[in-house]
């Protein structure tokens, strides 16, 4: 066992925090947890810093990230540049000759050997980290309960059985006892933050929580894990619940609860693992969400019931990522176009970052929209904050032209009227803008053949181009 490296994790509460004791909760997810390094960049550029910190599943690697000593903006930077292809390695070909008693489908060297380094996660710090007791969520098969180690305890190898989703990675099998991702048990473990005296639990849930049921083999076994991880989340905000009632009658305040999720489920898996959808989008995704979340949270949190992890059915939509190089820097924008209903022109919500010479460089977008304006035009408008200010990013994109007299706006403040600082004109873009209105149809599996004609149709007739 490596000789622990003292440290004090930039996350974590100082000696002597007069505010509030808090706890955060990294729940599963899979590959997607890349989501949650942008919510935990958003939290601690919100001031937010926590006493203790417990992680489950796909949240492991985030909260190892953090007591190795990675800061949330440097957590965003290598699931950006994480190879996603690295979480795959295969077993000795030997086992999968005899398949009827195949361990896995998949060998854990993968994560072990390129995964955890490239993610800066460190046994000798994780044991050495200061001011953040850390809790990383095991299932113990062998007696088919839910252990939290302390991360002074943990191994590598532990921390690679808790995210060895049976199929998919074989066990661990240590002195008699075998260990695997506790998902089947639960997916977060807001109660341990209760138990360690925590005045506010702050839960990050990135599994999808929405009411439609989807047929298919893989989409079941999903619908299997979220089951679990949900219903044995909502046991413990039962749990959470009977605990304030207890306090309330004592005389006591309640233990706040803050809830992190993405309005709409996050793609799965094998959608990020074909490339479907990135690590940057994600992470700026998650930024973005909790952006949200902190700029209309109640100082009161949320009451515990089931509904604070339930999604929003996504519409019918395409993610389209922009990338436009200005005078002063570039812009990257991941733009969510939603079709709500025929005979709508499709709207976008805007996530992303900038690199300015004004503000800095990859600075993440707080969130925004796309609209269509002034007779066909793109319209793109989204908030950020850099310099302990905020800002406004617009840009106004004409209908015929790829790059042309495409003018980028940066003003102080949220309001639309504020003080112009900059302007450019954009020189050169990912897509024409024909290339863009042809993106806006449908990504998902529906039938969406009538609805994209429809979506084009009147894209065109807005514009003024004929079939």
């Known amino acids: 066992m490596p000789a622990a490296v003292a440290h004090r994790p930039s996350i974590a509460a100082a000696d002597g925090d007069s505010g509030p004791r808090r706890s955060l909760i990294l729940a599963g997810g899979g590959m997607r947890v890349a989501w949650q390094a942008g919510v935990l960049r958003a939290l601690h550029e919100h001031g937010l810093r926590f006493a203790h910190g417990d992680g489950t599943s796909g949240g492991i690697m985030n909260l190892a990230m953090l007591l190795s000593g990675v800061t949330p903006e440097d957590m965003c930077r290598r699931w950006q540049s994480l190879p996603v292809a690295d979480f795959v390695s295969f077993l000795p070909w030997r086992d999968y000759v005899r398949s009827p008693h195949l361990p896995a489908l998949g060998s854990p060297d993968g994560v072990a050997q390129r995964v955890f380094p490239h993610l800066g996660i460190d046994i000798s710090r994780i044991h050495g980290a200061q001011g953040m007791a850390g809790t990383f969520n095991v299932c113990d098969y062998t007696r088919k309960v839910n252990v939290s180690l302390p991360h002074t305890d943990v191994d590598r190898d532990l921390l690679v059985a808790g995210i060895s989703l049976p199929i998919f990675m074989p066990p661990l099998r240590r002195d008699g006892t075998i260990y695997m991702d506790s998902v089947w048990i639960r997916d977060a473990n807001p109660m341990e933050g209760v138990r360690r005296g ?39 905000l039962e749990a959470l619940a009977a605990v304030n009632a207890q306090r309330a009658a004592a005389g006591r305040t309640p233990i706040r609860l803050h809830v992190v999720t993405p309005r709409y489920a996050l793609p799965l898996d094998p959608v990020y693992y074909s490339g479907g959808i990135t690590g ?29 992890t339930r999604m929003e059915v996504q519409p019918p939509g395409r993610r389209v990522v922009e990338e436009m190089a200005l005078e002063q820097g570039r812009l990257r924008l991941v733009v969510e176009v939603n079709a709500p209903g025929h005979g709508s022109i499709p709207a976008g919500r805007i996530c992303g970052s900038v690199s300015l010479t004004d503000l800095g460089d990859g600075v993440p977008l707080r969130g925004g929209t796309l609209s269509v304006v002034d007779g066909g035009s793109l319209h793109y408008a989204a908030a950020l904050r850099a310099g302990g200010e905020d800002w406004t990013i617009e840009v106004l994109r004409p209908v015929r032209t790829a790059a042309d007299g495409t003018q980028m706006t940066l003003r102080r403040g949220h309001d639309a009227g504020g003080e112009v ?39 065109r007739a807005l514009v003024g181009r004929k079939p």
């Open 198 to 236: 925590a005045d506010e639990v702050w839960v990050v849930w990135c599994i999808g929580n929405i009411a439609e049921y989807h047929d298919g083999m893989f989409n079941q076994y999903v619908h299997m894990i979220e089951i679990a991880a949900a219903g044995r989340l909502n046991e413990d």
């Open 280 to 308: 940057e989008e994600l992470v700026a995704m998650g930024y973005r969400d909790a952006a949200a979340y902190l700029d209309g949270m109640s100082p009161d949190g949320v009451a515990p019931a089931p509904e604070v």
């Open 421 to 459: 600082v900059a302007t450019s004109v954009v020189s050169e873009a990912s897509h024409t803008v024909d290339a863009v209105l042809r993106t806006l149809g449908l990504a998902d599996p529906h039938p969406v053949g009538d609805l994209l004609r429809d979506v084009l149709d009147r894209l």
